[in-house]
């Protein structure tokens, strides 16, 4: 056979995302239909950490659907004149190119995040519902491609943005979309970001709906008096501003009733389960804490920090540096320096200043002998 330019064949746009769908969300899984649902509520994220909406609703409908709604601005719709920002009919059919800037306010989505586009294409059908300055507006999409121009069906003296999709079966089959992991994910964000007011619902089976609210005003603290750990004394919360890092640090810990360390990190709301240099400057922090109230009766190590010790370390950055394809570790250099003298100023103060409080925590350190 030869082979020549005839054999070429173009796709462009949509069609590309459909055809490779794993260039855009890695492996067609159950993951990547959970991150289908992460992507399309970003906005309504981004709306609400800048302020501009108040409560973001996402809901899973009896059809195998998804409704991510929020009460803010109403994004532009280009066919109506709006002209205050990229109009919703192109964040809904042009495939943007590289990867998006993400800064210290907007959430992290997997090293696979998608734009509203790549939500588009992926579904069988695509609703979005907008109501701004009087009316509402309605685009329709099948497959990634526009059914129609968009409608104005009518006055609204509300405002806000809805997107309906319903991931299409002929790309990920029989998957269904899990109840309790997208929960987990948004009450992380929850309490990562404390201006959110997050609320999922599950509508699937009309005998046995569901339905739970994430707020968290207190931030990281509130999360650790969820978990239920009896704290032993109680919680230490902080957030400082690091400019040396371009960023900010979270810190929230506490000794609970059990025999492990369980320190989580998160950089820009992002899990990262292999650690890296945050996580590292906590526990330089927290031991040079600990050995400074001592009076060299303990001696704690970075690695040896009490058993019970729970503690959650959230780092929000200008520009976050990842180390590999998972972006699972932060690599940031100055953060750890940056986190560890927060941490130590901020636990050797509240240590000292209830010498009750210090002897409770440091009774959970081992003994250290020193001739």
Not at 59 to 82: F, K, Q, W
Not at 273 to 292: M, S
Request: glycine residues 12%; hydrophobic residues 40%.
């Amino acid at each position: 056979m030869t082979y020549d330019a005839g054999m070429i064949v173009v796709l462009e746009g949509l069609e590309a995302v459909r055809a490779r769908p794993w260039m855009h969300i890695g492996p067609v899984d159950e993951r990547a239909l959970h991150q289908l649902v992460l992507d399309a509520a970003e906005p309504a994220l981004d709306e609400a950490l800048n302020g501009t909406a108040g409560r973001i609703g996402i809901t899973l409908t009896a059809d195998g659907g998804v409704t991510v709604a929020d009460d803010g601005r109403g994004h532009p719709v280009g066919h109506a004149g709006h002209h205050d920002g990229r109009a919703l009919e192109e964040c809904l059919s042009v495939l943007c190119s590289g990867v998006p800037f993400v800064g210290r306010r907007s959430p992290a989505g997997s090293r696979f995040a998608a734009e509203l586009s790549v939500v588009n294409a992926l579904s069988s059908r695509l609703t979005a519902e907008v109501r701004r300055d009087g009316s509402r507006w309605v685009l329709e999409y099948e497959r990634g491609v526009r059914v129609g121009a968009p409608v104005r069906t009518g006055a609204d003296g509300g405002s806000g943005t809805a997107i309906s999709f319903r991931p299409d079966p002929g790309i990920f089959g029989a998957l269904t979309l899990s109840f309790d992991t997208l929960a987990d994910r948004f009450r992380e964000l929850a309490f990562l970001n404390r201006d959110l007011d997050i609320t999922l619902t599950d509508d699937r089976h009309p005998g046995r709906p569901r339905s739970v609210r994430f707020r968290y005003p207190g931030g990281v603290r509130d999360r650790l008096a969820e978990q239920g750990a009896p704290p032993h004394p109680e919680v230490l919360a902080f957030e400082r501003e690091c400019p040396d890092m371009e960023g900010t640090v979270e810190v929230a810990l506490c000794w609970a009733d059990s025999h492990e360390e369980q320190v989580t990190g998160y950089a820009n709301s992002r899990p990262t389960t292999d650690g890296g240099t945050h996580q590292l400057g906590f526990r330089d922090g927290l031991a040079a804490a600990l050995t400074a109230v001592a009076g060299g009766q303990y001696v704690p190590t970075p690695a040896r920090l009490g058993p019970g010790l729970t503690a959650i370390v959230s780092v929000k950055l200008d520009r976050p540096e990842f180390e590999g394809a998972a972006r699972a570790r932060l690599s940031n250099g100055p953060v750890r320096t940056c986190v560890a003298d927060a941490v130590r100023e901020h636990a050797t103060a509240w240590l000292r200043a209830d010498p009750a409080r210090a002897a409770a925590v440091l009774a959970r350190l081992p003994a250290t002998t020193r001739d």
